[in-house]
């Protein structure tokens, strides 16, 4: 636009001789201004409809986020009630049997339950006290450059994908747990527990030390300054006033524990019994759906919407710790 | 009243106090180091396991049941096609929600209620997205288990981690800026895209290379969608069937009881993996050391 109204210029400064050009050219100006004016009031007013149609875009994106979450619950709830209407909802949850491939087909989730608690458990027994006692030496114990090189390596363990993780357990701590104690079997629930504990220790280290950084230092000069022991601080003053966020980590811990897929799925097989022999083989939830939907369940058929009423038990389990933790942290942070 | 002490009795109470401390100091940092010490023996066992099976036939051949003539070229192209979907759908998608978040929303009900919902969407499980897709992705919208699908899944997946941090990116430009830009006649839109997106720029790119990192790691997802490991066509396009490094890795650990030699062939996947979350993560430090300015 801006080229077509020099050449107007130019042909207009062409036309008027080298005699008149000074009011010519004053004439050329004046009409040069009310055209941009016309042309500034143009532009301003495609400005103005971005300037309104911007926010309305962005919204629309924003909103991409809440249709993934009713994406989410529409798939699961639609599918898991299909199959209900096949398996009765009691059955399911009080059923101790779980033979989906069977003639007699039948669906009861406790064994899945009791596989997810129990590698759980053990993935926190790991990184509870390793990750907490790391989240007390960061925050208290190390200088400034002990940190500065501890806490980026720490974390890389927290970006190693979790299938080296499977990978690790099964070619690795399995084969060396049955060095120690051959009654363990090949496919474990002990070893995955294990590993998933080491890579939860991250989690739970950088989100207490978080906490603990947070106590204002002058609570700790206190308790140094009637004579307590770093260690005493530590124990008798960082972690209370820091405790609703170690907890909350604790939480986070257990829900990320929940739903971790791959290293269970490789290092503790199939099977789905009812035990709580940790020697064994045990299925939790996340393996099972990776199961079922990796083989050949055919969509429609029971054991396929069996997939999405255990993907919807999953799902409350995570999200009540998720909603838990985010409670803890609220409702009992103390404020300094 | 006071109460005596006895002065020896007093040392001696003191020493102990303080060889607790010292004690309790050096279990904490061996429990610091105890994770370290995991890492360093995976990455060594790793190594030792799958490096000499990496070399160029490894990297650019097909993949084979033969072990010996096995390739992850299929894997990798399809690692790649797949970031080639999540890059720009995660950095629309995410940045556009932070702008609107932190620029264009009140603040209010309706945006902490997306913000509360991104944050929950964040602790879902991958395998819960895996069947979002599934369902959504391959079933409803009829793609079959192809690049789209894939990285579309991935997407989702990783999308709270960009959208939190590109706000952070965003809260973490200094008012001053927009303010002197305001003063100057721009409007808001020409401000958010001239001046606070370019400020904001290099701390948004870290995190979505950071997002990326965790998207080309994910296995569960995959899993769910029926992501094969056989021998298939490199992928060429958005609508082709495709592997993926994780994929890849975890066919070849499961068939380690059959054939001891995948084992090894996982070992030099895993590698090849770590090599490449290694760089991305190199250079999304690398832009933040070199291009963070500080106001």
Redesign the interface.
């Known amino acids: 636009m801006y080229a077509l109204i020099l050449c107007w210029v130019q042909m207009l400064e062409g036309v008027t001789g080298e005699m008149q050009k000074n009011s010519e050219v004053r004439h050329g100006e004046s009409l040069n201004v009310s055209e941009m004016i016309a042309q500034n009031k143009n532009k301003k007013s495609i ?1 103005n409809l ?2 309104k149609l ?2 309305t ?3 629309l ?2 909103l ?3 249709l ?2 009713l ?2 619950l529409y ?2 709830l639609s ?1 898991a009630i299909e199959f209900f209407k096949q398996v009765p909802i009691w059955e399911f949850f009080t059923g101790t049997v779980l033979k989906p491939l069977s003639q007699n087909p039948e669906f009861g989730i406790l064994p899945l339950i009791s596989g997810t608690l129990i590698s759980t458990f053990i993935a926190m027994l790991v990184a509870g ?2 990750g907490l ?2 989240a ?3 925050s ?3 200088s400034d450059n002990v940190r500065r090189v ?1 806490k980026p ?2 974390e ?2 927290a ?10 357990a ?3 701590v399995t084969p060396l747990i049955r060095e120690i104690w051959p009654d363990v079997g ?1 496919t474990n629930i002990l070893s995955p527990g294990l590993v998933m504990g ?1 890579m939860i ?2 989690m739970i ?1 950088s989100l207490s030390e978080d906490a603990m950084t947070s106590v204002p230092n002058a609570m700790r000069e206190g308790s140094l300054a009637m004579g307590a ?4 601080t530590t124990f008798k003053v960082v972690i209370p006033a820091a405790f609703s966020g170690i907890i909350a980590s604790f939480v ?1 811990g257990i ?1 990320r524990a ?5 290293i269970v ?2 290092a503790s097989g199939s099977s789905k019994n009812f035990t709580f022999d940790i020697t064994q083989s045990m299925q939790t939830m ?1 393996a099972y ?2 199961e079922v ?2 083989g050949e369940a055919p ?1 429609g058929s029971t054991i396929y919407y069996s ?2 009423a255990v ?1 919807l038990t ?2 409350v389990f ?2 009540i ?3 838990l933790a ?1 409670y803890v942290s609220r409702k009992f942070r103390e404020e300094y | 009243m006071i109460k005596q002490m006895d002065a020896s009795q007093l040392r001696s109470r003191m020493n102990r106090r303080v060889r607790a401390n010292t004690v309790w100091k050096t279990i904490f940092l061996l429990a610091t180091l105890f994770g370290l010490f995991v890492l360093a023996i995976l990455i060594i066992r790793v190594v030792s396991q799958g490096a000499s099976w990496i070399d160029m036939d490894f990297l650019t051949g097909r993949l084979s049941t033969d072990a010996e003539r096995a390739g992850i070229m299929g894997a990798l192209l399809g690692t790649v096609w797949v970031m080639f979907v999540v890059i720009p759908v995660t950095l629309i998608i995410g940045v556009g929600t932070a702008i609107y978040l932190e620029l264009y929303a009140k603040k209010g009900k309706f945006q902490s209620f997306i913000e509360t919902n991104i944050s929950n969407l964040a602790g879902v499980p991958s395998i819960v997205y895996g069947l979002l897709g599934l369902t959504v992705f391959v079933r409803l919208a009829d793609l079959g288990n192809v690049v789209l699908a894939g990285g579309l899944t991935l997407a989702l997946l990783v999308l709270p981690i960009l959208i939190v941090s590109a706000q952070e990116a965003i809260r973490a430009v200094p008012a001053h800026l927009s303010e002197a830009s305001y003063g100057m006649g721009a409007t808001k839109w020409q401000t958010i895209r001239r001046v606070v997106l370019p400020a904001a720029l290099p701390s948004i790119l870290t995190g979505s290379i950071l997002a990326l990192s965790r998207a080309i790691g994910e296995t569960a997802p995959l899993t769910v969608l029926g992501i094969p490991a056989l021998l298939i066509p490199f992928p060429e396009g958005l609508f082709d069937t495709f592997t993926a490094l994780p994929m890849q890795i975890y066919y070849w650990t499961l068939d380690s009881s059959l054939v001891a030699e995948y084992a090894n062939l996982a070992a030099a996947t895993i590698i090849v993996l770590l090599v490449l979350l290694f760089v991305l993560n190199s250079v999304a430090i690398f832009i933040r050391n070199k291009f963070q300015q500080r106001y």
Do not use: D, H, W
């Open positions: 400005s971005v300037e911007i926010p875009f962005l919204f994106l924003a991409i986020t809440v993934t979450t994406g989410i798939t699961l599918q006290p390793i006692m790391s007390v030496y960061l208290e114990y190390a501890l390596m720490l890389i363990l970006g190693i994908p979790t299938i080296v993780y499977g990978f690790f099964f070619t690795f090949a080491v220790i991250p280290a022991t770093k260690l005493e986070l829900s929940i739903g971790e897929t791959m799925t490789i996340t759906i990776v939907s990796g969509a997939l999405y993907a999953l799902f995570t999200l710790m998720n909603l985010r």
